[in-house]
């Protein structure tokens, strides 16, 4: 089993950098692909990127495509999200996640089994 936690949330403005950070306790982090999700208010959670259990393969939904990086640190058993060119619309509560099968073309939360309790992030205009 793993644990998640995040961190790293917070207000910028429209334009500005945040990193996030996730990390998982438990065994064997490096078998899991993670992901990141966010969720707005009134929205369904969404995708927003996945990265491999390596951290050589990375999958980003359109919307974030050149502006966000997921990337890990297997030895300290953390994954990153970093998110530049922030826009209001990404202003959402940020979800890490993991799965021990399955790929990053894989974007489906339901395949993901475990879940951090999210972080919120806020841009304003």
């Known amino acids: 089993q793993v644990q998640l936690v995040g961190s790293g949330g917070g207000l910028v403005q429209a334009g500005g950098s945040l990193r996030l950070s996730c990390a998982a306790s438990?065994?064997?982090?490096?078998?899991?692909?993670m992901g990141w999700f966010r969720q707005a208010p009134g929205k369904e959670r969404e995708i927003v990127g996945a990265?491999?259990?390596?951290?050589?393969?990375?999958q980003y939904a359109d919307s974030v495509k050149a502006r966000f990086a997921i990337s890990r640190d297997n030895a300290e058993n953390t994954v990153y999200l970093q998110m530049n060119s922030l826009k209001p619309e990404d202003t959402a509560v940020y979800y890490c996640?993991?799965?021990?099968?399955?790929?990053?073309?894989?974007?489906?939360?339901?395949?993901?089994?475990?879940w951090g309790r999210g972080s919120q992030v806020t841009v304003s205009a």
């Open positions: 996640a993991a799965k021990p099968y399955g790929t990053v073309s894989d974007t489906s939360a339901g395949t993901y089994l475990y």
């Open positions: 438990g065994r064997s982090f490096n078998s899991y692909t």
């Open positions: 990265i491999s259990t390596s951290g050589a393969v990375t």
